[in-house]
Nanobody, 128 residues
């Protein structure tokens, strides 16, 4: 079965950290640009961070710059999102998506739907 599966979400206090994982099964992530997106209740989905096929190029939303870090391990078919200094405004469902055609990380983060694959999401709640 071709799918992306996210994990690592949960409840964390403000200032805490989480690391999200996105694992691909049934296909090779090497050929895909990957993005992390989030959607909070009543808000539109937004691109959080994206990474190129090689991992050399990355892109971050202004709201997470300096706090989040995206990385990928193609040998493990996995992409990570390290989230530090979390804020209540980071509360959302986080999704990863893979796109075969979009090679620009800026474009990948700007396009919030219609990718080749998207996971079911993992809930991140930041609250005291």
């Amino acid at each position: 079965q071709l799918q992306l599966v996210e994990s690592g979400g949960g409840l964390v206090q403000p200032g805490g950290s989480l690391r999200l994982s996105c694992v691909a099964s049934g296909f090779n992530l090497d050929y895909y640009t990957i993005g992390w997106f989030r959607q909070a209740p009543g808000k539109e989905r937004e691109g959080v961070s994206c990474i190129s096929r090689s991992g050399v190029s990355t892109n971050y939303a202004d709201s997470v710059k300096g706090r989040f870090a995206i990385s990928r391990d193609n040998a493990k078919n996995t992409v990570y999102l390290q989230m530090n200094n979390l804020k209540p405004t980071d509360t959302a469902v986080y999704y990863c998506a893979a796109d075969l055609l979009l090679t620009s990380v800026q474009a990948m983060c700007a396009v919030t739907q219609g990718h080749n694959y998207r996971g079911q999401g993992t809930q991140v709640t930041v609250s005291s």
